[in-house]
């Protein structure tokens, strides 16, 4: 799960910065699923120049690590025929869905 | 008591410019002093003031005639110099304190506090006034509904008829208290009858265009008549009415049914009356690739409703929904799956990304416009390319939409979008009210809920009564055996299905060589 522990493997695992400094590290595979983080990874943005490390000053802590909790939800019910449904407090629904939005998920 | 008399009149004499020689005896006050004396307490109290002998009693000539001419006399101009007479004499009240004293419960305190309650009051009681005005002035047509079902209520009179009433909007506060719909028990001693209504509701003739999800929650619905609206779409909780005997859907601009239509169709339903035309449905389009003209597609069509069900299997548009052999319907009912279209397959958001667009959703157009191409059976279920593998987890957007949805402040979330925030999710934010407000959608593939569909296709099932075995004499008659092309045409309804994953699409079916029995059921 989202971790802010060490870094194993550069190519395997991404770092997502939130604006206030938390560092949340996912799956490489599983944050790809977003197509803005996937273009960030390739490098054509600014924020990625040091290497896997992804920095959305528009998404605080609490909205990230939600984000990043998709991720890992996503990548894990990938091959599943019942899905369960994702808990999001209601208070997050607004900020989160922006953050949808923002990252194109 | 003696100053009482009338003073005689001031003469104006023209030539001196100055009253005449006969000056008053008194000095004519500037203004009169405010009258000081109260009111009597007690009816029996002799009434002192001379407001009680007020100057109109000596007007009473002023009016002749019957009492519905009556005009003041004024009005004909006759009596102006009359007039001009008594606005000069003095007015006949009481001009200075009597000096009796009576009691009254006006106090130094009572006056403060009125000053005081009347300053702040005075703005909050005038608004108050306003919009009290304003609802009395025109109350709504929904007002006007609203107070009908409560009469329905409280009368239990079970045939709720709200038809032309220019209802444009329904929401689901006016339909709720139907719900609680107990009926009247009967006084007659040793008699039991169910307190469960058989409601029917008709909402003919207004302007609506969409419903309330309340409306499909009234199990004991048995006559729902939305003839004459402006109906674009049917939500799919159609389906939950079980006990519906009567639906009637003519005369709207509908262009296709939800496929949980025909949950109205199962074994156990009684369903017993379907009006479905005239609408805008969609219709399909046959390929007539092979050199075989319009006449083969003619004959081909109306075979289609008859027996020869031969005809029915030219290869490229034969395929049997893969729902079909696991229900069961009711015997009165032919429904057999037809044709459907391609899917379209959307993205996140709703739009478009592989598939054949619908035709425009414009008013008046021709027929030819509304048709569809039907899929062929080498239909590519293949959704569009993408490089995330396919899964059938929600979009985060979906999921967070979800989320959005089940608050109960979802009206008003959009208020909270940032100024400079992208438009879409404005949009995204209305379909998810509008859809909670209808009843909400499920999948027709996983039967999981959803907000934003990811893929849709209409397919057209045949629904037709079958006709009773008493009257196949008359079914076969030459008349009823030439069924024309329009019965055919209009046999088939266009059903929307719609799937939450680009892995909910319908089943690859092979071409079934047996079982025409089941399809004829």
Same mark, same amino acid.
């Given at each position: ?72 939800? @996503?990548?894990? @019910?990938? @091959? ?26 | ?14 030539? =001196? ?6 000056? %008053? ?5 500037? $203004?009169?002093?405010? !009258? +000081? +004396? ?10 002192? $003031? ?87 002035? #025109? ?5 006007? #509904?609203?107070?009908? !079902? ?12 709200? $038809?032309?009433?220019?209802? =444009? ?23 039991? =009858? ?14 609506? =265009? ?106 490229? !548009? ?66 569009? &390319? ?13 999921? #967070? ?28 934010? &209305? ?31 045949? !629904? ?8 196949? &004499? ?41 079982? %025409?029995? #089941?399809?004829?059921?």
């Amino acid at each position: 799960m989202a971790s802010s522990s060490q870094k194993q493997g550069s190519s395997k695992y991404v770092t997502l910065i939130s604006s206030d400094g938390f560092e949340f590290v996912v799956l490489r595979e599983a944050a790809c699923i977003s197509k803005a983080i996937k273009k960030m990874l390739a490098g054509s943005f600014l924020e990625t120049k040091r290497g896997d490390r992804c920095h959305f000053e528009e998404i605080n802590g609490i909205v990230l690590e939600k984000v990043a909790e998709y991720f890992c939800y @996503n990548h894990k @019910n990938r @091959n599943r025929e019942d899905v369960p449904d994702m808990e999001i407090p209601p208070e997050l629904c607004l900020e989160l869905l922006m953050a949808a939005d923002y990252l194109d998920t | 008591m003696a100053d009482d008399l009338p003073l005689p009149r001031l003469a104006w004499n023209p030539t =001196t410019e100055s009253f005449s020689k006969n000056p %008053p005896r008194k000095r004519v006050r500037p $203004s009169s002093p405010p !009258i +000081s +004396s109260d009111p009597p307490i007690f009816s029996s109290d002799d009434d002192p $003031s001379a407001d009680n002998y007020s100057t109109q009693a000596r007007r009473k000539k002023k009016f002749r005639g019957p009492w519905y001419r009556q005009r003041p006399a004024s009005d004909e101009g006759s009596q102006d110099s009359n007039e001009h007479d008594q606005k000069k004499r003095r007015k006949f009240e009481r001009q200075f304190d009597s000096g009796v004293f009576m009691g009254s419960d006006g106090t130094d305190m009572d006056e403060s506090m009125e000053e005081f309650e009347s300053g702040p009051a005075s703005l909050p009681l005038r608004q108050s006034r306003v919009t009290r005005q304003s609802e009395k002035a #025109a109350p709504t047509p929904e007002e006007l #509904a609203r107070g009908q !079902i409560q009469r329905c209520l409280e009368e239990g009179d079970e045939s709720i008829d709200l $038809s032309s009433r220019g209802l =444009t909007t329904l929401s689901n506060a006016t339909i709720r208290p139907l719900a609680t719909f107990t009926r009247v028990p009967p006084v007659t001693e040793g008699v039991f =009858t169910r307190l469960e209504p058989k409601l029917k509701i008709f909402l003919a003739s207004n302007q609506l =265009t969409t419903l309330p999800g309340e409306l499909f929650n009234l199990d004991r619905l048995t006559v729902l008549s939305l003839r004459g609206n402006q109906l674009r779409e049917l939500p799919p909780s159609v389906g939950k009415l079980s006990n519906l005997k009567e639906l009637n859907l003519s005369q709207n601009g509908l262009r296709y049914l939800p496929y949980e239509i025909l949950e109205l169709f199962s074994a156990r339903s009684r369903l017993n009356s379907l009006h479905l035309h005239p609408n805008l449905f969609h219709e399909p389009q046959f390929p007539a690739t092979e050199g075989e003209v319009k006449e083969e597609e003619v004959q081909y069509k109306i075979g289609l409703g008859n027996r020869t069900r031969a005809n029915l299997r030219r290869g490229a !548009i034969c395929a049997v929904s893969p729902d079909q052999r696991r229900r069961s319907w009711h015997t009165q009912w032919r429904i057999t799956f037809q044709a459907r279209t391609e899917v379209r397959f959307l993205n996140i958001h709703g739009d478009l990304v592989k598939g054949p667009s619908l035709p425009a959703n414009t008013e008046g157009s021709e027929s030819s416009h509304n048709k569809i191409p039907v899929a062929e059976m080498s239909d590519s279920l293949e959704p569009p &390319a993408s490089d995330n593998g396919l899964s059938r987890a929600p979009s985060l957007l979906e999921a #967070a939409l979800a989320a959005c949805a089940k608050t109960t402040q979802l009206p008003f979330l959009a208020d909270f979008l940032p100024e400079d925030g992208p438009p879409s999710l404005r949009g995204l934010l &209305a379909d998810a009210a509008e859809k909670k407000e209808s009843g909400g959608s499920k999948c027709t593939i996983c039967a999981r809920s959803f907000i934003i569909p990811r893929t849709e296709w209409i397919e057209w099932w045949e !629904i037709a009564k079958v006709l009773e075995i008493n009257s196949t &004499a008359s079914a076969a008659s030459p008349l009823r055996q030439m069924e024309n092309e329009r019965d055919v045409l209009e046999s088939m309804v266009p059903l929307m299905r719609r799937g939450c994953s680009w892995l909910c699409v319908p089943e690859k079916v092979t071409m079934p060589d047996e079982d %025409p029995v #089941a399809m004829d059921e």
